[in-house]
């Protein structure tokens, strides 16, 4: 692989009350990072990053996945995203690289199931960056109520030369969902424009 694999990271997180009250099903976000050697550090402008994503992208995002499922069934997760933060000697495009491949993400949708994209954040950042991952409903990117996002972070990652590589899971939404979702908003929205054609 051509990735060396510095450490994984777990972070859990159950939330029971959100504002005072409390949910009939709390809902538990997980995050696996892999903080790995970047391989295009240091070597100035690289024009082709394409042989180091054939050789080490599937098999990362294998592991992730295999480390993300000992702590959430692959059939509870409801939403899921993915992340990656490069380190001071990198380019963004570092991190876009691992994480914004079929071969890294397709072992995550297939692992749940799922038919969404994977929503995503990549950024710079020094040791103990604060690192985020968006996510969304697995099946259906219009259902409002699984927007949320996992913030973990690292203390000594990325390291300049290294790259975290991130995938999140939850197992439901926010606890007390109340803005509709996008399909409501189109239909309010066709209703509106045909009152105003009338009028």
């Known amino acids: ?5 510095r450490k994984i990271v777990t972070f859990r997180e159950t939330t029971y009350i959100e504002a005072g009250k409390a949910s009939d099903k709390p809902v ?9 050697s ?18 080490g992208c599937s ?3 294998e592991l992730i996945v295999k480390h993300i499922l000992d702590e959430i069934s692959g059939d509870d997760v409801e939403a899921y995203g993915k992340a990656a933060v490069v380190g001071a000697e ?10 914004h491949t079929l071969r890294f993400g397709n072992h995550f949708r297939e692992a749940v199931g799922a038919k969404s994209y994977l929503s995503f954040t990549n950024k710079r950042g020094a040791p103990g960056t604060s690192i985020q991952i968006p996510m ?3 099946h259906d990117e219009g259902l409002r109520s699984h927007y949320i996002t ?15 590589v991130v995938l999140g899971a939850a197992d439901g939404g ?12 189109l239909k309010e929205l066709a209703e509106e424009a045909e009152q105003a054609a009338q009028q």
């Not at 692989?1 to 694999?5: D, K, P």
């Not at 240091?42 to 050789?55: C, H, Q, T, W, Y």
């Not at 990652?157 to 975290?164: G, H, K, S, T």
């Not at 606890?175 to 996008?182: K, Q, S, T, V, W």
Request: proline share 5%; with cysteine; hydrophobic share 45%.
């Open 38 to 55: 970047n391989p295009w550090a240091g070597r100035g402008f690289v024009e082709d990053l394409s042989p180091e994503i054939r050789n």
């Open 59 to 61: 098999e990362l995002g």
């Open 28 to 36: 538990t976000m997980v995050g696996v990072a892999a903080v790995v």
């Open 90 to 99: 990198g380019e963004i495009e570092h991190a876009s690289a691992i994480i």
């Open 150 to 164: 996992l913030e973990m972070c690292i203390e000594d990652a990325p390291r300049a030369n290294e790259i975290v």
């Open 174 to 185: 926010r606890l007390h969902p109340r803005i509709g979702n996008r399909y409501q908003d």
């Open 1 to 5: 692989m051509s990735f060396e694999i």
């Open 136 to 138: 969304m409903h697995k």
